[in-house]
């Protein structure tokens, strides 16, 4: 036999060799399929309802819901803050809603922010590996595995919805859980809608935990199904969303 | 030809071991970051973007303007440039080398960066940034070699080599319009949703980097017999006239929008830059700084007799660079984050850290022009004698 004739049969038998646990894996990663509880929608959206929030002064029931039930960490330093749901004050959220004459305490207003999981989402068309991206039924999913941590994301978001780990996480997650992944350093993360758990059949945390407290402000479901609480209420009332005019198009809707 | 570089002066081995001091410093600074972070920087949630970023940008400039040499001799065969050209191609190919180090420091997650390439995302501007950016960067180092062995065995250029030359006139171009498409596709950031980015980009890359180019030739021709020529520099002392006339220009453009439509998110931006925002001003006497050291640069230019004495053009060259190093440099990036969409106002200054990781950039950068330099002269030298 040639050398090189028995080098291209030793290097096939080496690519079948190799070759066999790969396929083995691939057919078991074939077979995720949906959960049968899953909740299939066809538009996930939510309603935040600013006046039953407000009635809880100081509440932070849905951030800590949140930011525990995913392994958020709690920064030292403000600048390193990663943040899925948190509070700004009013006149941030929708500065063309505050007048001159609008008092401080109305300004200052605490108002809840999440990823609004627009239709057109400016992170997704810039990111350069498709780590982020729009999933068919609304929402906008993040891979931290693929995610290379150039930022463009988080420079192209208006609503600031984006976070990035300046730093290693790991340290500073105050009560770990082990159901849900932790991140690396050098990755951006941000709100999922809780895409875990409507794989289960279950809603998002931050909406539990404000339902948890008696308060209801968060209402989260299918727009594509007309009798979805959220459906009623897109219809029902005038809403309000962040930034219409930059053509995202928010599925987070203000009672206002 | 590489052996050229392997024989040298005290001088030249003086400088090469300083450099290479700096890239060490720098690598070593880096391998800290790698292990902590970008947190070791001084970016933050508001402002993600900062040195490194601006660095980029003002490379990608640097790098775009060797078609300011390379257009005239190539394809108007303007005969003066024949000695510069070699050198205005050696710039760019460090200063684009430089682009891409700068932004792979950047990345969060450098063992991934392959995934720009394992997953080609043509919707985002930052895909075909890294294919421009990396295709100048081989032109370059394909018509350099092609024109450079050419001329030392003192043949013309090869034929092949035309058709790629002229290809990389256009491409010079793309490198800036792209790298400002990076910003001005942002509807979150009006600073830089500006259709004239691009335009602005390119005036001021054909004024700084024909200015490092003159300051580079002249230097040149002190430490070694090669000479670029008078005409040369004179005319390259014109290019960079109207580069910079230009970009004030459009400067000023930018600046009667924002004031006198009085679109105040575009206001903002602006204050920051030149006043400050609720007290934070960090930026605004390095402002102040680019513009009177762009006022400086502009008297001395385009007063002919006052351009044609080449140590004044050196102060208007060193003025150019030092102006538009500010402007591209420092504040063009930073701004667009001040204030945040969220109307935060957190300021950004490089930690010490972060400088010196670029720093050990720059001096890669630099430590490759010295060698592809140090090359092209000591052929011109046995060439001449």
């Not at chain 1, 959220?93 to 922010?113: D, G, H, I, Q």
């Not at chain 1, 991140?183 to 935990?209: D, I, N, Q, S, Y």
């Not at chain 2, 920051?272 to 008297?299: D, E, I, K, N, R």
Request: hydrophobic letters at 45%; glycine letters at 8%; aromatic letters at 10%.
């Amino acid at each position: 036999m040639k050398r090189r004739s028995f080098l291209k049969i030793a290097g096939l038998g080496l690519v079948g060799a190799c070759g066999v646990p790969v396929a083995q894996a691939m057919a078991r990663a074939g077979s995720t399929a949906p959960a049968p509880n899953a909740s299939n929608g066809k538009r996930w959206a939510m309603v935040i309802d600013e006046k039953k929030c407000l009635t809880k002064s100081g509440c932070q029931a849905c951030v800590l819901a949140c930011h525990k039930g995913h392994n958020v960490p709690t920064m030292s330093e403000s600048r390193h803050d990663v943040k899925w749901i948190w509070k700004e004050q009013f006149v941030n959220v929708f500065p063309e809603r505050v007048t001159p004459y609008t008092p401080a305490a109305m300004k200052e207003r605490p108002t809840l922010v999440v990823c609004n999981h627009c239709d057109n989402p400016p992170c997704v068309r810039v990111c350069p590996t498709q780590a982020t991206w729009k999933r068919p039924d609304g929402l906008v999913a993040m891979d931290e595995h693929r995610c290379i941590g150039c930022r463009y994301c988080v420079t192209a978001c208006p609503y600031g919805a984006r976070s990035f780990n300046w730093e290693d996480p790991r340290p500073h997650i105050v009560g770990e859980l082990t159901d849900y992944p932790t991140r690396t350093k050098g990755v951006v993360e941000k709100c999922t809608f809780c895409a875990e758990r409507l794989a289960v059949g279950k809603r998002p945390l931050c909406v539990e935990a404000c339902e948890g407290i008696g308060c209801g402000a968060l209402v989260f479901g299918d727009l594509g199904d007309p009798n979805s609480a959220v459906s009623a209420l897109v219809r029902g009332s005038e809403l309000g969303r962040r930034k219409p005019e930059l053509g995202t198009s928010p599925h987070v809707f203000y009672i206002l | 030809m590489l052996e050229k570089a392997l024989t040298g002066s005290r001088g030249y081995w003086t400088l090469l071991a300083a450099l290479f001091a700096l890239v060490v410093v720098g690598l070593v600074t880096y391998l800290q970051q790698f292990a902590q972070g970008l947190g070791l920087t001084g970016l933050s949630r508001d402002v993600p973007w900062g040195l490194y970023i601006s660095q980029f940008t003002f490379l990608v400039g640097v790098a775009a303007s060797a078609v300011m040499v390379v257009l005239p001799y190539y394809v108007h065969h303007y005969k003066a440039f024949g000695k510069l050209a070699i050198l205005g191609e050696f710039l760019a190919i460090p200063a684009c080398f430089m682009c891409v180090l700068f932004i792979f420091v950047d990345m969060g997650q450098p063992r991934r960066v392959i995934n720009i390439i394992l997953h080609p995302t043509p919707h985002s501007v930052m895909f075909w940034d890294m294919i421009v950016l990396n295709g100048y960067l081989l032109l370059n180092v394909v018509i350099s070699r092609a024109t450079f062995r050419a001329e030392r065995a003192g043949r013309p250029p090869p034929g092949w080599v035309k058709p790629i030359i002229y290809l990389s006139v256009p491409w010079a171009v793309s490198i800036h319009t792209v790298t400002a498409f990076l910003y001005c596709g942002l509807a979150a950031r009006p600073f830089w949703l500006t259709a004239i980015l691009a335009p602005r980009f390119l005036a001021s890359a054909f004024a700084s980097g024909p200015s490092l180019l003159i300051l580079l030739a002249l230097l040149v021709r002190r430490v070694t017999k090669f000479d670029a020529g008078k005409e040369a520099i004179a005319k390259l002392g014109e290019i960079v006239a109207y580069g910079m006339s230009v970009n004030i220009f459009f400067v000023g453009l930018e600046i009667f929008t924002a004031f006198y439509s009085g679109r105040p998110e575009e206001i903002e931006h602006f204050t920051y830059l030149y006043a400050g925002l609720h007290g934070h001003h960090v930026l605004a006497p390095w402002m102040w700084a680019s513009l009177a050291l762009s006022a400086l640069a502009l008297v001395l230019l385009l007063v002919p007799s006052l351009r044609r004495n080449e140590s004044v053009l050196v102060v208007a060259c060193l003025a150019v660079v030092g102006a538009l190093w500010i402007d591209k440099g420092l504040g063009m990036v930073v701004t667009g984050f001040v204030p945040s969409p969220l109307g935060h106002v957190t300021e950004y200054w490089p930690t010490g850290r972060e400088m010196l990781i670029a720093l050990g950039i720059y001096a890669l950068g630099g430590l490759v022009l010295t060698v592809l330099y140090k090359i092209a002269t000591t052929v011109r030298e046995e060439l001449e004698a």
